[in-house]
């Protein structure tokens, strides 16, 4: 072969596939004929290798919601509803739970994370695993919402509703089916806002050691975990939580929509 | 195009920046400073023409990329001082002022002692597998300099590796 030794910025170019073919070819016929140089750009692409194996773990993680939220615009102001929620809330006064309206006001203290009902560290824990799902946030997709109704139903083993949230700014994503954590059938739905704020509501039917309430008085209950915060209610032997990763306010406005419909 | 189309990217924006400055807190940092620059600036992003949706997207994580590039240059220009690896450009791939250090290191701490724009080329062409062209373009330097850089940073990041002392002779013969 006629072919001078390749320089260094060819052999290099050579390894990351910048050469032309017919240039190509020279080169790897005169790395075969030289075993030393072929050896080095063995390790250049050994290299390469190891670079591209470095921190891959980091491509299968979750990204961090401090991260996502980086992506949002500055919150819209708030609309009507809201703003009549928040004063609600004020007329409440600090530090004494939120109540519903004419029925009464639960005082209830706020709950630890320990003292939680089962279902709401179940939904707490579903809302984390498929809040960042991109592509399979929903079994059944809200295109199909009479199938997911009626499924979901007929696993619960009551009539379900499905809330709609459009006047907070929120459409329905879909829903699934989810495994309490005694293998009951618990249904959770996703909903999301334009900005790609998604708030899930997990339903789930209650036994009398489960919590079910035998009567009103309903009352919400803030859950303020860090992962997941929201608010809970029971409702006969319906256990709902409401979560998204949205200021108290928005969120209590949105379980009392959710609420409303739902009675 | 909405914004939310940047969120399939943020994966491999983490895994870049955790590459380039080492360390995971101090990685997503870099990565939210780029989220809410690429807020600020999207109106300015334009899909290639008559690009497919594969062509787009990578272009939209080319635009990121240059982005966190832009951020990037600023922190280390500004703690220019503190730099553990002198640059000098008109040196020749056989200067490597790591070369005393005597240790076998790992591939990550490795890269952290190259210097910031040489990590950065090497880390466009060998681990995101850019072209020459597209990584001269995003790093708004002419390709010679990709390519010198790049042989020099490979040099160097073997020979942290090796931990031995550098072989000169070996490296004249080569040329």
Known sequence: MSMNRPDETTLHAWVDGELAPGRAAEVAQWLSEHPGEAARAAALQAQCASLRALHAQVLDEPVPRRLRQALRRPPLQWHWPHALAAGVMLSLGLGLGYGLGSRAPGAWPQAAQAQLPVFVREAAAAHAVYVPEQRHPVEVAAQQQAHLVQWLSKRLGVQLKVPVLEAQGFHLVGGRLLPGEAGQARAQFMYQDPAGERVTLYVSVLSREDGAAAAPPVAFHWTGDESAQGFYWIDGRQGYAVSAALPRERLYALAEAIYRQLD | ?175
């Open chain 2, 1 to 175: 195009m909405d914004i939310d189309a940047v969120i399939v990217h943020i994966p491999r924006l983490r895994r870049y920046a955790r590459v380039l400055v080492g360390d995971a807190a101090r990685a997503d940092d870099l990565v939210q400073d780029t989220l809410e620059r690429a807020c600020q600036k999207w109106a300015l992003w334009r899909p290639p023409d008559a690009a497919s949706a594969d062509q787009v997207q990578a272009a939209l994580r080319g635009w990121l990329l240059t982005l966190m590039h832009n951020l990037f240059a600023n922190q280390w220009q500004q703690a220019a001082r503190r730099r553990m690896v002198d640059w000098d450009e008109t040196l020749g791939p056989a200067h490597d002022p790591t070369s005393d250090l005597g240790l076998r290191l790992d591939l990550q701490h490795a890269l952290t002692l190259l210097a910031p724009q040489a990590r950065e080329v090497l880390l466009l062409v060998a681990m995101e597998q850019y072209s020459y062209a597209e990584t001269a373009r995003m790093l708004d330097i002419p390709i010679g300099t990709v390519m010198s850089r790049l042989a020099r940073a490979r040099e160097q990041l073997r020979r942290l590796m090796e931990g031995g002392a550098p072989s000169r002779a070996t490296l004249k013969a080569i040329k």
